[in-house]
């Protein structure tokens, strides 16, 4: 199984809600990324969790909370979201986040597509 | 400037075209990546490399550390292969993307 799946599809809340993105795998991949891509822009590193522990905190605003609670799964809590946030919200995973960055092949998720009213 | 350039940033080719798309970088690397992401979103990974070349069916691709530049080529294109193509990098503990090249392939 070298899929990494992502739910919701879509998702569309207004910015007083509560909502959380989840990302799952099952390939003994040790490192979980989230990605931030808006229309026709490449994605833009959010978080990096390597063994279960948040690596990369890429200056990410405190209303997206990320979660992993086991090697498989990894979570996006939002909250208090702009319509700015409007974007495609990209899970991957890699055999392992290396000292070295991007030296791993990472698989990617088809994506949840996020609008904020 | 960007760590990460790439060329053309849209082509338009005709069904069984030979195509080239370029990138070139300006940090040290560890690994380059080249992602497809159709729409919709779906990112798929084709190629990390490091040095030389790696081949998987119509799809080429090279890279030169000492001149910073990979290409990526595609042989007998298809429109099925119309997708956007995304060089990235890996440097230190960042990984640094290209804004990407928008392939048509008309039937």
């Known amino acids: 199984d070298t899929e990494v799946t992502q739910t919701p599809k879509h998702l569309v809340m207004g910015m007083t809600n509560k909502k959380s993105l989840k990302c799952e795998q099952h390939?003994?991949?040790?490192?979980m990324y989230w990605y931030k891509q808006k229309a026709k822009k490449p994605p833009e590193l959010m978080f990096v969790y390597s063994y279960e522990k948040l690596s990369i905190n890429e200056s990410v605003p405190s209303r997206f909370s990320p979660e992993c609670p086991n090697s498989s799964l990894l979570n996006l809590h939002l909250h208090a979201l702009q319509p700015e946030d409007s974007a495609l919200y990209l899970c991957?995973?890699?055999?392992?986040?290396?000292?070295?960055?991007?030296?791993?092949?990472?698989?990617f998720g088809p994506g949840t597509r996020l609008t904020v009213l | 400037k960007n760590e990460v350039e790439q060329s053309p940033q849209n082509l338009t080719a005709q069904e069984g075209e030979f195509i080239t798309i370029n990138c070139s970088y300006s940090v040290g690397i560890s690994a380059l990546h080249w992602l497809q992401q159709h729409p919709g979103g779906g990112i798929v990974s084709l190629f990390m490399?490091?040095?030389g070349k790696k081949k998987h069916g119509r799809l080429i691709a090279t890279i030169n550390i000492q001149e910073k530049h990979s290409s990526l080529h595609i042989t007998a294109s298809h429109p099925r292969d119309s997708a956007v193509y995304i060089c990235?990098?890996?440097?230190?503990?960042?990984?640094?993307f290209g804004t990407g090249t928008s392939l048509t392939v008309i039937p």
């Open positions: 991957a995973s890699s055999q392992a986040y290396l000292a070295g960055g991007g030296s791993d092949t990472q698989y």
């Open positions: 390939m003994g991949h040790r490192a």
């Open positions: 490399l490091s040095s």
């Open positions: 990235a990098v890996g440097s230190g503990n960042q990984f640094y």
